[in-house]
């Protein structure tokens, strides 16, 4: 990298932390160090204080199956309610539950129980590091960032997260050789307490208040009167151009020369939709007041009568006419009884995709972590697994804050198969290695694919994903990666006994080849919003995917 390089790149990570100030990255850090920190913390404190690793092991999974499924729906939360106080709640839950589990360990309970309160350990966790990516990214594109620093704000972040994974294993280890892995877990539910509030009670907080769907910038949002006259609603969303800084949450706006409403979930929906198709059927409103007129000397009244009967009649079939993405065909009326769920915009299918390449290479980072493991341990060398794996996630953070000098020519989709494609290439030397420095080697080098595929995928998720559902996304995402290399490294831990650690390190590689095969066909696509309202910077250079 050349000087020129070296200061473009530092001048976009200026830029990135210019959109937060310094103090937020410092307390996402921290506040994302706990969820690295907790489940190979709860392995150890309850083998420690049970004597039974099948008891430790089915704390540890318990708590990993937690956070895969309730972190979609932390995400969800997120989006629907703002950040603030999703993240607020759920820190202050996982720091219960995390102590709950510490008291119930030291303790004795027994393991079903602890079990239970593993479960509720990974199930609050306040996902801070998904929540913080959605959040900078939302940052980058209301200041109209240009697409290097939002490329570089998704590297930033993933640095910080391989950081994070690195880091918080190890304090573990080192706590539970000085002391006991109580004190870790301990700090770390003070840690999220404390860090978590500060991250949810920050200014930028803000960045991510939920956002109507076809309105994707919540800036643009606005309190509205369902009753207010399109013409007067239509010149408020005006104005809001000319002055977002007066932006405040809006419930629902109308636009009545484009013969459409927006409805917000609420408990007027119903009247709403109602409303919204009365106004659709103006012209058979019109129609039959020409024709009362014609035939009654009272047309006025007349008018009033046959206006009131068919708005009765929609009324009966309430419904609304609400955009559904950028598809023409999605254009259309549902029953008012659906306008909530209609109104939320619909996730892409391609985002599977992306889902699918990331718990493969979760099923990547277990498998590996277990023929570490089981490696270190045939060469009587168990104390330096963590620094093996340690040594990976260094190199990978490094690789991870480079990425923001990689040229714009190189379209996301082409990292994407690079990545992918020296993954694999990288994993295969470990089929033959039997030596700690020939381990450190090819591990480490092995780091350098790791951040570049896991930054290029939460871009191509960002970018497909409609910006309402941004955080509900990186969550969804984030539990993939988590849920695969739970998976793999309940799977390949019992390969690894049968078999040795080639076995583990066969997953890997095979697991790097799905992978591959999976850039080489996805087609991933762009969410595109309104024109000249969209939150996103788009090019779309393949063809939309669908929607589910």
């Known amino acids: 990298m050349g000087k020129p390089d070296r200061r473009r790149t530092r001048d976009t990570y200026r830029q990135v932390i210019a959109l937060t100030g310094p103090l937020l990255p410092c307390v996402s850090f921290l506040g994302r160090l706990p969820t690295a920190t907790i489940q190979f913390g709860s392995v150890l404190l309850v083998a420690r204080t049970s004597g039974s690793l099948s008891a430790a092991g089915l704390a540890g999974g318990a708590l990993a199956l937690g956070q895969v499924v309730c972190g979609p729906v932390v995400g969800r939360l997120a989006d629907r309610h703002g950040q603030r106080r999703v993240v607020l709640a759920f820190s202050l839950a996982n720091a219960l539950a995390v102590a709950s589990l510490v008291a119930g360990a030291l303790a004795g309970l027994p393991t079903a129980v602890l079990a239970l309160v593993g479960a509720a350990a990974g199930g609050t966790v306040p996902l801070v590091g998904p929540l913080a990516r959605a959040r900078l990214v939302g940052l980058a594109r209301r200041a109209g960032a240009p697409e290097a620093t939002v490329g570089a704000a998704l590297s930033f972040e993933s640095t910080l997260d391989e950081m994070s994974f690195v880091l918080g294993p190890a304090l573990v280890g080192l706590t539970s050789v000085l002391a006991h892995p109580a004190y870790a ?122 206006r009131a009967a068919v708005v009765a009649e929609n009324r009966g079939r309430a419904r609304v006419r609400v955009r559904d993405g950028d598809s023409a065909e999605g254009r259309g009326c549902v029953p008012a009884r659906a306008a909530s769920a209609a109104v939320r915009a619909r996730m892409p299918g391609c985002v599977h995709a992306l889902r699918a390449a990331l718990a493969l290479q979760g099923a990547m980072f277990g498998a590996c972590q277990s023929g570490i493991t089981a490696l270190t341990a045939r060469l009587g060398q168990e104390d330096q697994a963590g620094l093996v794996y340690a040594s990976m996630g260094v190199m990978s953070a490094g690789a991870g804050l480079a990425m923001a000098a990689v040229p714009a020519r190189f379209g996301l989709r082409l990292r994407w198969r690079l990545a992918t494609a020296a993954a694999l290439a990288l994993s295969l030397p470990l089929l033959r290695t039997d030596s700690l420095p020939g381990l450190y080697a090819v591990v480490t080098v092995l780091g350098v694919a790791y951040a570049p595929h896991l930054i290029t995928v939460f871009g191509l998720t960002e970018r497909a994903v409609p910006p309402a559902r941004l955080a509900e996304a990186m969550a969804v995402a984030t539990s993939a990666l988590v849920g695969g290399q739970a998976l793999s490294v309940a799977v390949t831990g019992r390969l690894t006994d049968a078999y040795g650690p080639v076995a583990a390190f066969a997953v890997a590689s095979t697991s790097a080849a799905l992978t591959l095969v999976i850039a080489l066909t996805a087609r991933p696509t762009t969410h595109a919003g309104r024109a000249g309202h969209a939150a996103h910077a788009r090019v779309d250079d393949v063809p939309a995917c669908t929607s589910s």
């Open 185 to 306: 877990m301990g700090g770390a539910a003070a840690l999220v307490a404390i860090c978590g509030t500060a991250f949810a009670l920050h200014p930028t907080a803000s960045a991510a208040a939920p956002a109507t769907p076809e309105d994707p910038d919540p800036a643009r949002a606005r309190d509205t009167d369902p009753a207010e006259s399109p013409a007067r609603t239509h010149a408020r969303a005006v104005k809001s151009d000319e002055d977002r800084s007066s932006a405040r949450p809006r419930v629902a706006a109308a636009h009545e020369d484009r013969g459409r409403t927006r409805v917000r979930d609420g408990d007027r929906a119903e009247d709403r939709v109602s409303a919204a198709c009365a106004r659709a059927a103006e012209p058979d409103v019109g129609g039959a007041c020409a024709r009362a007129r014609a035939t009654e000397p009272a047309g006025d009244r007349a008018c009033a009568r046959a």
